[in-house]
């Protein structure tokens, strides 16, 4: 089975009450098995919402709320429902597909903290844990490229 961000799915779930629909994403699930979470959701954040980004090991949104414990308890939130969608199934999870980026879903390189657009190296708070729970993980920018 696999994890994806449900924004990726075109659900209105992001910051600013949109998605990041990607139709590769979709073509590549098609007659798969999957779950899509949002992290930050899950977390009990509103959509739309301030956009957050993570300065060091905090979450800070664009009005200085500290929201680090949102999106932990988002990411520990989806995962356990992931694992019971997979148990449900008798499935194991093989992979996530996250999206590219983002302060939860982000994939080796997230936004910098300074809401300027900038990147830095580092994973944004559900993929740190999918990774920590040996869970390997992509992000769309793979799929469209079509490295897998
Ligand atoms: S990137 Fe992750 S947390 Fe952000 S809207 Fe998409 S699924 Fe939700």
Redo the contacts with the bound molecule.
């Keep these: 089975m696999y994890i994806v961000?449900?924004?990726?799915l075109g659900e209105n779930?992001?910051?600013n009450g949109m998605n990041?629909y990607e139709e590769q994403v979709v073509i590549f699930l098609k007659n798969k098995s999957y779950v899509s979470?949002?992290?930050?959701?899950e977390g009990g954040l509103s959509c739309p919402r301030s956009p957050a980004e993570l300065v060091e090991d905090r979450v800070i949104d664009r009005d200085g709320l500290d929201v680090t414990k949102e999106f932990h308890q988002?990411a520990v939130r989806s995962l356990k429902l992931a694992r019971e969608m997979a148990l449900c199934r008798g499935e194991d999870i093989e992979l996530a597909i996250?999206?590219a980026n983002?302060p939860?879903?982000g994939c080796g390189q997230i936004y910098d903290g300074s809401f300027s657009g900038r990147l830095r190296q580092g994973d944004?708070c559900?993929v740190r844990l999918l990774k920590e729970n040996n869970i390997p993980v992509i992000t769309e920018k793979e799929i469209v490229d079509d490295k897998l």
Excluded at 5 to 8: A, E, F, I, V
């Design positions: 961000s449900r924004c990726l779930c992001k910051y990041n979470v949002c992290p930050e959701m988002g996250t999206k983002s939860s879903c944004g559900f």
